[in-house]
């Protein structure tokens, strides 16, 4: 089905087999695929429920060879001196299995690691890079984290600690007199520039960011650094200007601009030889290949082009040698290899229907009479009409209803004829393709409401957050036309706990074609691209947490389930919130006993109730009673 955009959005990864359902290969063109529904239901088989996150870290491995293989490419066509060197942010996706993965890949390219604060630096000193990559630590840093950046050092790490605020560097002076017997850290400074990104993290650049260094603070490092007579620790020359960078004409003017801050401080005889452009690239999360904020209008090989290109003309403008392009993508390289499958719990209601069938009598009020012709006589030609004149009945049924003229029972009848005039009025303006505003809002109104057992806050807080579009897809059923205009609600008691928001080649969806829910079977949907921040940005709004997760490999035979981490369980939950079992469990049968002592239960009874209690604490803190609609539709 051409309608979800996979092949715009899946970069070769995600197709349809011919069952039906959704599959992912571990790289483009690759002829292996997993199905994902047989998956789902063998991990059912194994008790492990929905939702669930599926890790795919071949995908991971896939990312990182293409744009390992976009940057040796560029290299080689532009004759570039230097070479290429990715370090991965952690704070992206810390996730071990996530870090490790990437690590086995990228040591063959001497690729390394990004830390930006003391815990994920903590990590990193004990994962194992290869012997060349570096360790580059962002963020402010007090001294503590700086002294741990010299251990590193001492540990055989290629460390650099980059210069976020001048206090920083006092910080490292005053430690490399006391670590300078060993091997030691080198320094790198963060630049502001003038240039700024384009899409949601334009902030991030700019004279007005809250990181890097102005001109004069640069050249006080240096300075400083030369006085101290440290200057051969100063390597590196840093900028970011933010993530998810749309627009490649604005990544080209901050390396263009880099670039030259990068050659004037070569030439006042710094031993600078590593230029990092930060991280950026983008994930074209709906398809369009546009500027447009979900988006991205440049592929990894035009990044690559453009950023070995730039520096290589720049530098030889200022009669430099070609610095080593070290790049932070953190967004590019995991955002695929994560999905989150769930199940369509139900529909809820929205509209008012009729619970009992409403009969029309010559007693009924005037307002209900009239409703009940709009309902009978509606057409074709007449809906648009008789839809505004239902709209003004409904005000009159109300203001009827506040004098006190009308019945309670008036009131229900005349709900249900009027939702029953939207309805039909939808019907007939999607037959007639009508796209005029009012009915916009009626589809939106009328679209069905499913209720999706997940969290939008814990497992795609940047749709919440920023409007961030994501992928949405169901598992199965593809090979079917949905019939159904659905908007998703997770199961949070938050009202912005919705999805209805829709990745579209064109526009933004308001919502999204599913399919009719059948009693009895389970609906599943993949939300699709959530690897990068998504799972660590999580909250733990209404204490639902971590969803089961399987790391899956996709061979010859189609799948192998290598890992299963149970999700979070209600004990570790209430912990989380700084609740204690032992104390729960004694405040809950403490008061047992008090009604036992009333009289109020029987001892059996208060019995089977502490023990109910206490067995909940191993409960999946989301919907776990039947992954199957249950309401007849
Ligand atoms: N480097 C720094 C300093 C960052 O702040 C970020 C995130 O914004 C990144 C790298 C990673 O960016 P992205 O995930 O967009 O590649």
Same mark, same amino acid.
């Given at each position: $089905?051409?309608?979800?955009?996979?092949?715009? &959005?899946?970069?070769?990864?995600?197709?349809?087999?011919?069952?039906?359902? $959704?599959?992912?290969? %571990?790289?483009?063109?690759?002829?292996?695929?997993?199905?994902?529904?047989?998956?789902?239901?063998?991990?059912?088989?194994?008790?492990?429920?929905? %939702?669930?996150?599926?890790?795919?870290?071949?995908?991971?491995?896939?990312?990182?060879?293409?744009?390992?293989?976009?940057?040796?490419?560029?290299?080689?066509?532009?004759?570039?001196?230097?070479?290429?060197?990715?370090?991965? =942010?952690?704070?992206?996706?810390?996730?071990?299995?996530?870090?490790?993965?990437?690590?086995?890949?990228?040591?063959?390219?001497?690729?390394?690691?990004?830390?930006?604060?003391?815990?994920?630096?903590?990590?990193?000193? #004990?994962?194992?890079?290869?012997?060349?990559?570096?360790?580059?630590?962002?963020?402010?840093?007090?001294?503590?984290?700086?002294?741990?950046?010299?251990?590193?050092?001492?540990?055989? @790490?290629?460390?650099?600690?980059?210069?976020?605020?001048?206090? !920083?560097?006092?910080?490292?002076?005053?430690?490399?007199?006391?670590?300078?017997?060993? %091997?030691? =850290?080198?320094?790198?400074?963060?630049?502001?520039?003038?240039?700024?990104?384009?899409?949601? &993290?334009?902030?991030?650049?700019?004279?007005?960011?809250?990181?890097?260094?102005?001109? +004069?603070?640069?050249?006080?490092?240096?300075?400083?650094?030369?006085?101290?007579?440290?200057?051969?620790?100063?390597?590196?020359?840093?900028?970011?200007?933010?993530?998810?960078?749309?627009?490649?004409?604005?990544? @080209?003017?901050?390396?263009?601009?880099?670039?030259?801050?990068?050659?004037?401080?070569?030439?006042?005889?710094?031993?600078?030889?590593?230029?990092?452009?930060?991280?950026?690239?983008?994930?074209?999360?709906?398809?369009?290949?546009?500027?447009?904020?979900? /988006?991205?209008?440049?592929?990894?090989?035009?990044?690559?082009?453009?950023? *070995?290109?730039?520096?290589?003309?720049?530098?030889?403008?200022?009669?430099?040698?070609?610095?080593?392009?070290?790049?932070?993508?953190?967004?590019?390289?995991? #955002?695929?290899?994560?999905?989150?499958?769930?199940?369509?719990?139900?529909?809820?209601?929205?509209?008012?229907?009729?619970?009992?069938?409403? !009969?029309?009598?010559?007693?009924?009020?005037?307002?209900?009479?009239?409703?009940?012709?709009?309902?009978?006589?509606?057409? #074709?030609?007449?809906?648009?009409?008789?839809?505004?004149?239902?709209?003004?009945?409904?005000?009159?049924?109300?203001? $009827?209803?506040?004098?006190?003229?009308?019945?309670?029972?008036?009131?229900?009848?005349?709900? *249900?004829?009027?939702?029953?005039?939207?309805?039909?009025?939808?019907?007939?303006?999607?037959?007639?393709?009508?796209?005029?505003?009012?009915?916009?809002?009626?589809?939106?109104?009328?679209?069905?409401?499913?209720?999706?057992?997940?969290? *939008?806050?814990?497992?795609?807080?940047?749709?919440?957050?920023?409007?961030?579009?994501?992928?949405?897809?169901?598992?199965?059923?593809?090979?079917?036309?949905? +019939?159904?205009?659905?908007?998703?609600?997770?199961?949070?008691?938050? /009202?912005?706990?919705?999805?209805?928001?829709?990745?579209?080649?064109?526009?933004?969806?308001?919502?999204?074609?599913?399919?009719?829910?059948? =009693?009895?079977? %389970?609906?599943?949907?993949?939300?699709?691209?959530?690897?990068?921040?998504?799972?660590?940005?999580?909250?733990?709004?209404?204490?639902?947490?971590?969803?089961?997760?399987?790391?899956?490999?996709?061979?010859?035979?189609?799948?192998?389930?290598?890992?299963?981490?149970?999700? +979070?369980?209600?004990?570790?939950?209430?912990?989380? #919130?700084?609740?204690?079992?032992?104390?729960?469990? !004694?405040?809950?049968?403490?008061?047992?006993?008090?009604?036992?002592?009333?009289?109020?239960?029987?001892?059996?009874?208060?019995?089977?109730?502490?023990?109910?209690?206490?067995?909940?604490?191993?409960?999946?803190?989301?919907?776990?009673?039947?992954?199957?609609?249950?309401?007849?539709?």
């Amino acid at each position: $089905l051409e309608l979800y955009g996979i092949e715009n &959005w899946g970069a070769g990864y995600f197709d349809i087999n011919r069952k039906g359902n $959704l599959i992912v290969r %571990p790289s483009e063109n690759d002829p292996r695929a997993a199905d994902v529904k047989e998956i789902i239901d063998d991990l059912a088989r194994r008790g492990i429920g929905t %939702p669930v996150l599926l890790r795919f870290p071949q995908l991971l491995t896939s990312q990182v060879r293409k744009l390992q293989r976009a940057f040796r490419n560029s290299i080689r066509e532009f004759d570039y001196q230097g070479a290429h060197m990715c370090v991965y =942010p952690m704070k992206v996706n810390q996730h071990r299995a996530v870090v490790e993965e990437y690590l086995r890949e990228a040591s063959r390219y001497d690729f390394g690691l990004e830390a930006g604060s003391k815990a994920e630096l903590y990590a990193a000193l #004990a994962l194992e890079q290869s012997p060349d990559s570096l360790l580059v630590l962002n963020g402010f840093k007090d001294e503590e984290f700086i002294e741990m950046a010299f251990v590193g050092a001492r540990s055989g @790490k290629r460390v650099v600690i980059v210069i976020e605020k001048l206090s !920083e560097l006092d910080h490292v002076l005053r430690l490399a007199d006391r670590y300078e017997d060993g %091997p030691m =850290p080198m320094v790198g400074i963060r630049v502001k520039l003038y240039s700024k990104g384009s899409g949601r &993290w334009e902030k991030s650049g700019g004279e007005a960011a809250k990181f890097g260094l102005t001109t +004069t603070e640069i050249l006080e490092v240096i300075r400083r650094m030369q006085e101290a007579g440290r200057i051969q620790m100063l390597r590196l020359l840093h900028f970011h200007i933010g993530s998810q960078l749309t627009d490649i004409k604005r990544i @080209k003017n901050a390396i263009k601009e880099a670039a030259r801050v990068y050659a004037k401080i070569r030439q006042m005889k710094v031993p600078i030889d590593l230029l990092d452009v930060g991280g950026g690239m983008a994930v074209d999360y709906d398809g369009s290949r546009t500027a447009f904020d979900s /988006s991205a209008n440049y592929t990894a090989q035009e990044f690559a082009n453009d950023v *070995v290109y730039t520096i290589k003309q720049v530098c030889e403008d200022e009669n430099v040698p070609h610095p080593t392009i070290i790049q932070e993508s953190g967004r590019f390289l995991t #955002a695929y290899h994560a999905m989150l499958v769930t199940n369509v719990q139900d529909e809820i209601e929205t509209v008012v229907e009729d619970i009992q069938p409403i !009969e029309i009598d010559d007693d009924d009020p005037q307002v209900i009479i009239e409703l009940a012709d709009l309902r009978e006589t509606i057409s #074709a030609k007449n809906y648009r009409e008789y839809y505004h004149d239902a709209l003004e009945h409904r005000d009159e049924l109300f203001t $009827l209803f506040n004098l006190g003229l009308i019945s309670l029972e008036d009131r229900a009848k005349g709900e *249900v004829l009027f939702w029953d005039v939207c309805e039909r009025a939808n019907r007939f303006a999607r037959q007639t393709e009508d796209v005029s505003e009012d009915f916009d809002e009626l589809r939106r109104l009328l679209c069905a409401k499913y209720l999706t057992n997940f969290s *939008v806050f814990r497992s795609v807080p940047d749709h919440w957050a920023i409007d961030q579009l994501f992928p949405i897809v169901p598992i199965h059923r593809l090979n079917k036309q949905p +019939t159904e205009y659905a908007t998703l609600c997770d199961i949070t008691c938050d /009202s912005d706990g919705v999805v209805d928001k829709f990745v579209d080649l064109h526009d933004v969806k308001q919502i999204l074609e599913l399919h009719a829910l059948t =009693p009895g079977e %389970p609906y599943y949907i993949a939300i699709l691209l959530v690897g990068a921040y998504q799972e660590v940005m999580g909250s733990n709004h209404n204490l639902f947490g971590n969803p089961n997760e399987a790391h899956i490999y996709i061979d010859d035979d189609g799948y192998l389930i290598k890992k299963v981490i149970p999700g +979070t369980n209600v004990g570790e939950a209430v912990e989380r #919130a700084h609740y204690d079992r032992g104390q729960l469990h !004694e405040g809950f049968r403490r008061r047992i006993e008090q009604l036992v002592r009333r009289g109020e239960l029987s001892e059996a009874q208060g019995m089977e109730l502490v023990e109910y209690y206490e067995s909940r604490i191993n409960s999946y803190t989301y919907l776990v009673n039947g992954s199957t609609p249950s309401r007849r539709l």
